[in-house]
């Protein structure tokens, strides 16, 4: 079928040959959809067909799965909501398929079927050994997966092929708690491994992997500090740890955990055997807890550190030690201050010693000016008492002295002008 033109007529669905799987509702008749897509440059096809490329459906059509549905899956068109025309129309271009297209519906559906499933293998797994919704590998500061493999080939005594994998689990959520658990093959292509998980319920860290690493001292007779030095030098009836090579990380090395712990109260290799007891389990787990307690009081062994909390150790040291600097500093400032004369107060302390002595120098004269006329003034009324004694009562024979000549004249003076 050729294209529409002519005067009037948009090319907004061009290249599109468009038919609805049913009746739309409204006004979403064969009549209109082939008018309104005639009228934007489309075609309007009554049948589906291999060179139909969009077919209008709803989510009920489409799940019922009618025979146009089928037929538009069959050849591969695309199947929209109306939603599509329409807002292609308003927005005068062809939009993208992907947003309106009912195939998500199938989409949607698979997703969430997919999840129910990974979450009913969860709660499987959760029984007996780990739900792995809830918890993935544990890595340490060196990113080293807890997650390693034991192998033993005792031809001697019959074991071939065995194996133990050992994981140590850390939860999605925070604050993380932590579980062990272990598989052992006992045999080669062994479909249903044994499951040992020594803990029903998850742990702090510490705990965890003081579980983890005597479990592979047991196994494989040399501590987990050890297990790369000592690698490959066991007897082969113990189980063999194979180090990562290639330069992918090793994991930390700690004090190992001491050889009279033991998850186990027998040296055998089946999980089932070894915890025969519910009071076994009781005393193995209140042995490790007081061991992790006294290692927790103990100062002088050293912690695991990852690489953040080796971080943060190293600047809060560096601040403290900047603020020891600073203190020291101010203190050594404060003694040359103290040291260092004060030029104001040594100036205003001469000035208060001169004006002292200048006043006391004051004093004394002042005393002195009083001193001599006082003494000036009592040796004048002296001198003129006697005047006047030897006056009145001269004595014979006797001459006045010549200090007193003046007051004795002037008495004499006197005397005769009384007389006259």
């Not at 192998?151 to 993380?176: A, C, F, I, M």
């Not at 082969?236 to 090395?253: A, C, E, R």
């Not at 600073?326 to 208060?352: H, L, Q």
Request: glycine fraction near 4%.
């Amino acid at each position: 079928m050729s294209r529409p033109q002519g005067k009037g007529i948009s090319c907004t669905l061009s290249k599109c040959d468009i038919t609805i799987a049913g009746p739309l509702g409204d006004d979403w008749t064969y009549e209109n959809v082939a008018r309104w897509t005639t009228y934007n440059g489309g075609i309007f096809c009554n049948i589906v067909d291999k060179d139909v490329t969009h077919v209008l459906a709803t989510p009920e059509q489409y799940k019922a799965r009618i025979p146009t549905i089928k037929l538009a899956i069959k050849y591969k068109a695309h199947i929209v909501t109306k939603d599509w025309f329409e807002d292609s129309l308003y927005k005068k271009r062809r939009l993208n398929e992907e947003e309106y297209s009912l195939k998500r519906i199938d989409q949607k559906a698979k997703a969430k079927k997919e999840l129910e499933v990974k979450a009913q293998k969860g709660i499987e797994q959760a029984e007996s050994f780990i739900n792995t919704n809830l918890y993935h590998i544990y890595r340490d500061g060196t990113y080293f997966p807890y997650e390693i493999t034991l192998t033993r080939n005792d031809k001697e005594n019959g074991n071939v092929g065995q194996k133990y994998q050992l994981y140590l689990w850390e939860s999605n959520s925070k604050p993380h708690l932590y579980q062990f658990a272990a598989k052992f093959y006992k045999k080669p292509r062994d479909s249903r491994p044994s499951i040992h998980r020594p803990r029903e319920t998850p742990v702090l860290l510490e705990t965890a992997l003081k579980d983890f690493t005597v479990f592979f001292h047991q196994k494989t007779g040399i501590h987990w500090n050890d297990r790369i030095a000592k690698a490959g030098t066991t007897d082969k009836s113990k189980f063999q740890y194979q180090p990562p090579i290639g330069g992918k990380p090793v994991g930390t090395l700690d004090d190992p955990a001491p050889e009279s712990w033991s998850i186990f109260g027998s040296g055998t290799d089946s999980p089932s055997a070894t915890d025969s007891t519910s009071s076994t389990k009781k005393d193995q787990k209140q042995e490790l807890d007081k061991a992790a307690s006294r290692k927790r009081k103990s100062p002088a062994e050293p912690v695991q550190r990852t690489g953040g909390e080796k971080r943060q150790r190293r600047e809060k040291e560096k601040v403290k030690e900047d603020d020891k600097k600073k203190e020291e500093e101010r203190e050594k400032a404060k003694e040359r201050k103290e040291e260092e004369p004060n030029c104001e107060n040594s100036v205003s302390a001469r000035t208060r010693g001169k004006t002292a002595v200048n006043n006391n120098k004051r004093a004394r004269a002042c005393e002195d000016d009083d001193l001599a006329v006082k003494h000036h003034e009592t040796t004048k009324r002296q001198k003129v008492e006697a005047a006047n004694a030897d006056i009145d009562e001269p004595s014979q024979g006797e001459q006045p002295e010549i200090s007193n000549l003046s007051a004795l004249v002037r008495t004499m003076r006197k005397s005769r002008k009384r007389e006259v």
